[in-house]
């Protein structure tokens, strides 16, 4: 609301009737008179203009935050105590996950500012774009009152990168003997180096060894 409408010149000379209008002692006496209406009409004003969130200033501002349990910071502008006010009207709490990240595409436009719960670690992260990144703070203010008090709130800022990339590498080949024994006898498997040949004994019986390169 745009108090200057409200502003007025208060002169109540003219109400005098023309007998005493002219008098100088009477003159005196409406001007101190004028500056007491004054004060009243801005009074009633600043009352009057409490009773709105958008023209609030101090009172009224306490008010609802008493009513919604916020300790505003010092450093809190006029404007951002009535902005979280009316973030705070606009729901009704407890609120739900849905709810609160509409109100976040709402406030900081849609998708700059992305809700997501850890729920076994009791971590609230907020996924903020690029151009948001300034308004952490501002957006933590909007937050901290809405989530549980259980929960951890952290910020984070997720790049999605693009690019081609190589892969290089080398192969190893290992040679696998096949044994035939001349015998029933079983023997556990085992290797030996590519290309060998020769014999191996074992409790007497002669074992032909074929290489073999797979």
Known sequence: MDKSILNRTIDISWLLPPVSKDSRDIQEVM????????DIWDALCYIFGEQFIDSMEGYGLEQWEKIFDVMPKSDDSTEFRRRRILWLIAGTRPYTRKSVQAMLDSNFGAGNVVLNVNNNAYECWLD?????VYLIKEILGFIEPIIPKNLLIFFRNTKKAKGAYRIGGYITLNTYIHILANTSVAFNAFTVKKKTRGYVSKSGFLIHIKGRNL
């Open 128 to 132: 903020v774009a690029g151009p948001q």
């Open 31 to 38: 001007q101190t008179e004028n500056t007491a209406f004054r």
